[in-house]
């Protein structure tokens, strides 16, 4: 599961929350809290109870409570009163300004005799930059198939890894299911897709999951910039009946002008249908390189066979994927779509790979480029300014021979700060080939990179390559650069 496939996805939040009861012989609970770096902390507990004593306690002892109005400096706090038909609560809401980063802990007290149990709601917030968000992948699932979750947590807006991740599933419409604890992982099993990307995933099998609703509660802790952290988050989703049955997949290539090239890669995927209508069909392919292309359409089925088959195209697997084969078909998704509502059907992850089809045996332009690159300063007298920018490009080429080029540097103004031209030689497959470009009168333009190669145009043996694009450096400073200059503001102009 990517962050971008995911079919329903809570926003990221920095918060944590927690859930207890009180009761006659346990009227008061002390619970702990890691406070990481915050210029907030809020709090609020929610519960059918008026006469509640909650207590935040700082790691040096120092004493918090809501309603009391001789609180420190940069504590503030209100009770709100509520009512719902019989049942009347209240809300205990505070904040604090700046807390001390630590453990702290909080105490919750009844201050009247308890005749049942009382259930209390907290949740905790944080001003900063360390969020948790939860992907479930649907809001209906197909009983009998697996259910991907995967868990991130953000600091600004790098993934955090090297982190904990556990969680809890329960039923909300069946009391006597047994709930199931869940440990999501980034090491490449057991449900997750790519070790090490800081996205933590589960399966849920749900040969122990009949249908009804269940939610999933998880707890992520570690350490991020802001310090040692907890955090929650939870998701609903629903299992629902199964009208369809994914059994595999074929695959082959097609050449459909007879060149000697691949024009496409057919995957057909093969399933049956319980109940015949329209469903929407999605195949998710994915290279080696972890890149992915997915293909979805609605197609009528009149009687139970439901093989289709979806065409990825030379072109789009080239541009958007990258390597050669084999590609794994990593997910294919029959759905029902039933008055315009669309309810899984089925689902199945990682059917299989594909055959081995090489990047070069599919269609492709006889010269191009590979999207590989790389640029690097120069520094030829060790002053500790580059002379000189050198920019490597990948070509490749299907028949060897001499070849006409030009290119020009553009700074991201769109200022023309480089040009270069000559005569290359390439040989049949990959080449690389070495652009420079003079170092001094970048610096003299006195504009931050990042740099763009444009307007490269390679031609020969009655070969061409245009593209307005072709590289885009590091976001060099031009300080680093000899001759450099800070730009000069442009006067405006007025009419």
Known sequence: MSIANAAQAQSAYAAADDAFQLTASSPSVTRPLVVDRTTLLTFSATAASRTLTITLISPSGARFTIGDQNSAAGFQSQIVQLAAGATIGASYIAT?????????????????????????????????????????????????????????????ATKLTGITVSGTLRSSSNPSFTPLNLTFRDDGTNGDEKAGDGIYETFVTNASV?????????TATGTASTGSFVRNASAQF???????????????????????????????????????????????LR???????????????????ADVNV???????????????????????????????????????????????????????????????????????????FDS?????????????????????MDRDNHEIGFA??????????????????GSRIGANGVDG???????????????????????????????????????LRPSRHR
């Open 96 to 156: 604090l300004a700046n807390p001390t980063p630590g453990n702290w802990s909080y105490t919750v007290a009844e201050r009247t005799q308890l005749s049942a149990p009382l259930d209390v709601l907290v949740t905790i917030g944080f001003n900063n930059s360390t969020r948790l968000t939860l992907l479930s992948g649907d809001d209906n699932v197909p009983a009998g198939t697996p259910v991907r979750m995967a868990a991130v947590v953000f600091d600004s």
């Open 210 to 218: 009949p249908a009804g609703t269940y939610v999933v509660r998880i």
């Open 238 to 284: 629903r299992v629902v009946q199964r009208d369809a049955q994914i059994t595999g997949f074929n695959d082959f290539a097609a050449d459909d002008d007879f060149d000697g090239y691949y024009d496409k890669i057919v995957i057909t995927t093969r399933a049956t249908v319980s109940t015949p209508g329209t469903y929407r069909v999605m195949t998710r």
């Open 287 to 305: 290279g080696s390189n972890g890149k992915e292309i997915v293909h979805a359409g609605d197609l009528p089925f009149s009687t139970t066979a």
């Open 311 to 385: 065409t990825f195209s030379a072109a789009e697997i080239a541009r958007d994927i990258g390597v050669s084969g084999p590609y794994a078909v990593a997910e294919v998704r029959y759905s029902h779509v039933i008055n315009g509502d669309v309810i899984p059907a089925d689902v199945r992850y990682d059917l299989g790979s594909t055959a081995a089809y090489g990047l070069d045996e599919l269609q492709h332009p006889t010269i191009y480029l590979t999207g590989a690159g790389n640029a690097f300063g120069i520094d030829k007298n060790s002053n500790g300014l």
């Open 389 to 409: 920018l050198q920019i490597d490009l990948e070509i490749a080429a299907d028949f060897s021979g001499s070849y006409d080029a030009s290119v020009s540097l």
């Open 421 to 438: 031209s000559g005569t290359i030689s390439l040989d049949g497959g990959v080449n690389t080939i070495h652009i420079t470009f003079d």
């Open 450 to 488: 990042p740099y763009t190669l444009a307007n490269l145009i390679v031609f020969g043996e009655d070969q061409s390559l245009i593209a307005n694009t072709a590289f885009v450096t590091p976001a060099f400073h031009a300080s680093s650069f000899e001759g450099y200059h800070p730009p000069r």
